[in-house]
Each structure stands twice: as structure tokens, then as C-alpha cells.
């Protein structure tokens, strides 16, 4: 069955940075594109970053770009966001996501989420 578990997330002062991780289960990592998406409160979940399966292919949300690094351990079927210089709007929910098209074109997988609050 698939899993994906998401871990890494807390509460930091703006500046500060997390590392999220995803562990992935269930299916083959390495034929799919994957993804970390955020919800914050009464807001519409968005794609935070997404990195196709094979050829490289990296998008970020323009507001993240410079600070956030995806990456991905196929070997290790981990999935990783590097965040720095965290902002008090990067507060969310943190969702992992893997998709068989492209750039996250759609998701067949989601995990249940880490929270991740940022305070000024």
C-alpha cells in the first residue's frame, strides 16, 4: 500500500530553517515526480516545489525560490525540502506528493502532512 510519511517540521523564529522529510513506501519512487505542497489556515493548499522523475526537471513557487531546495534518495526512497530563511508566511501545513506525469501534473499519492510555524 502506499505511504508517504512526512517528518521535520516545528516551530522557528523567522531567519531559522527546517529540513522536511519524506518517506515513501508502497510504490517505485524513482517513476514518479515528486512534490511538496503547503495549506495554511483558510488558504488553498499550493505547490511549494515539484522535481520530476528522471530528467531534473525543477519548479518552485516564486516566493520560495533561493531559500527552499528539493531533493530526492531514490535509494533511500526519501524525498527532502530544504528550507532556510523562513518567513512567518511559509506557516502551513507541509504536504509530500508524488505524481506519474511530468511536473506534478497530477498526484497519486499524498502524505498526511507536518506542521511548520514560523513566528516573528
Known amino acids: 500500500q502506499p505511504q508517504l510519511v512526512e517528518s521535520g517540521g516545528g516551530a522557528v523564529q523567522a531567519g531559522g530553517s527546517l529540513r522536511l522529510s519524506c518517506k515513501v513506501s508502497?510504490?517505485?519512487?524513482?517513476?514518479?515526480?515528486v512534490g511538496w505542497f503547503r495549506q495554511a489556515p483558510g488558504k488553498e493548499r499550493e505547490e511549494v516545489s515539484c522535481?520530476?522523475?528522471?530528467?531534473?526537471?525543477?519548479r518552485y513557487l516564486d516566493s520560495v525560490k533561493d531559500r527552499f531546495t528539493i531533493s530526492r534518495d531514490n535509494a533511500k526512497n526519501r524525498v527532502y525540502l530544504q528550507m532556510n530563511s523562513l518567513k512567518p508566511e511559509d506557516t502551513g501545513e507541509y504536504f509530500c506528493?508524488?505524481?506519474?506525469?511530468?511536473?506534478?501534473?497530477?498526484?497519486?499519492?499524498w502524505g498526511l502532512g507536518t506542521q511548520v510555524t514560523v513566528s516573528s
Open positions: 506528493a508524488a505524481g506519474p506525469v511530468g511536473l506534478c501534473v497530477t498526484i497519486d499519492y
Open positions: 508502497g510504490f517505485a519512487l524513482d517513476s514518479y515526480a
Open positions: 522535481m520530476s522523475a528522471n530528467d531534473g526537471s525543477i
